[in-house]
């Protein structure tokens, strides 16, 4: 045990210059390292948490616009005139930003049989990340 205990100590203080091991620029640097470490992953819950945000978002805007089209499949190729008429199939709390709560912008489009090129067309955006679904049922 005082063998142990010894040994701790004399592993600690080699001398003035070292301490655990380390001479002790090497010490200061490794403690300056692990600040900023810490420092970094502090900052971390935050970005990650506005990047599931973000990834929910897409979710939420992506299940919207296969309603849309589903809505328009089973309606003679028309889109809903608003969102309340895919409440049925997506709840009301998805088809906001899960970030900032705002609705998401629907613009009623009409028939998609007289689109010309329904991935150029905007159906659905998100105020909040400008995340934009389009009438063919891509993300951009
Ligand atoms: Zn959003």
Do not use: W
Not at 122 to 135: E, F, G, Q, S, W
Request: proline letters at 5%; charged letters at 25%.
């Amino acid at each position: 045990m005082a063998g142990c205990l010894r040994r701790t100590r004399e592993l600690l203080y080699r001398g003035s210059t070292e301490a655990f091991g380390f001479h002790r620029p090497r010490l200061l640097g490794f403690i300056v390292l692990a600040a900023f470490a810490t420092a970094t992953l502090a900052g971390c819950p935050k970005s990650r948490g506005s990047q599931v945000q973000r990834v929910e978002c897409v979710g939420n805007l992506r299940r919207a616009a296969v309603a849309c089209l589903n809505y328009a499949s089973d309606h003679n190729e028309r889109f809903p005139e608003s969102l309340r008429e895919i409440e049925s199939a997506v709840p009301a709390a998805l088809l906001r930003c899960p970030a900032s709560g705002k609705e998401y912008k629907y613009y009623s489009r009409g028939d998609l049989n007289k689109m010309r090129r329904p991935a150029k067309v905007v159906l659905l955006k998100c105020p909040t990340h400008r995340l934009k679904a389009y009438a063919d049922g891509h993300l951009k």
